[in-house]
């Protein structure tokens, strides 16, 4: 059962534009969301993150979106920049959970196009 | 500041074979977890270590086994080998408080022949 979702396996965005990565989820118990971004041979590298009690939160290009009642998010890259392609996951966790037990989705390639 | 260190970056076993990971937490940090991500998946959580205990534990067999260390760095084990073992093992740590996010490492590509 994949608690968390991102349908789209890839993205391709010319540079410039904006980068939209979309994600949701199923249980209604997750209360803190993660964007994750994971270059080749690398790990996974923390993006920005938005608790339950928000429905959106900036950093400098990237602003990620909460809709609760979706049980949707998703991440906004303005403008996008080729450094920016990367494999991005989207993860969740609850309080209850353990905060630190990350659920991912299965990822979205993005490719930048120049 | 180092960050999370993983070694070795590579490693390739037999079935029915054991296996230990290692992993040096970032600087400041006491928690460390492991997750382990097959090809074309998201990562999934293995356990969590804190204060040299297991605190948590996904959906992993008694097969996969860890250890924290004083230093807080950690170890995971795999023993029995299976060919479905094959992944990139992640080791993550944090500052073990709520909402604190976990930092990578670039893991441990397991392969198992």
């Known amino acids: 059962d994949q608690q968390v979702k991102q349908n789209s396996p890839s993205l391709s965005v010319q540079e410039g534009r904006i980068s939209i990565l979309n994600c949701d989820y199923t249980?209604?118990?997750?209360?803190?969301f993660l964007w994750y971004k994971k270059y080749p041979a690398e790990g996974p590298t923390f993006l920005i993150s938005?608790?339950?009690?928000?429905d959106k939160n900036e950093d400098g290009r990237f602003t990620v979106f909460l809709n609760k009642s979706a049980k949707h998010l998703s991440l906004h890259i303005v403008p996008s920049q080729p450094g920016d392609s990367a494999v991005y996951f989207c993860a969740a966790s609850a309080w209850d959970f353990g905060n630190e037990k990350l659920t991912f989705g299965t990822g979205t390639r993005l490719t930048i196009i120049p | 500041d180092a960050g999370v260190t993983q070694s070795p970056t590579h490693l390739i076993k037999t079935r029915g074979q054991q296996v230990t990971l290692r992993c040096s937490p970032k600087?400041?940090?006491?928690?460390v977890s492991w997750y382990q991500q097959a090809l074309g998946q998201g990562p999934q959580f293995i356990f969590q270590y804190y204060e040299e205990e297991e605190r948590q534990r996904g959906n992993f067999p008694d097969r996969f086994s860890g250890h924290q260390f004083p230093n807080y760095s950690s170890e995971l084990n795999v023993n029995a080998l299976l060919l479905g073992d094959s992944a990139l093992y992640l080791c993550?740590?944090?500052?073990?408080?709520?909402?604190?996010?976990?930092?990578f490492g670039n893991g441990t590509r397991l392969t198992v022949t």
């Open positions: 600087s400041g940090h006491d928690t």
């Open positions: 249980n209604s118990m997750f209360d803190y």
């Open positions: 993550a740590s944090s500052l073990g408080r709520a909402n604190s996010p976990l930092h």
């Open positions: 938005i608790s339950s009690i928000k």
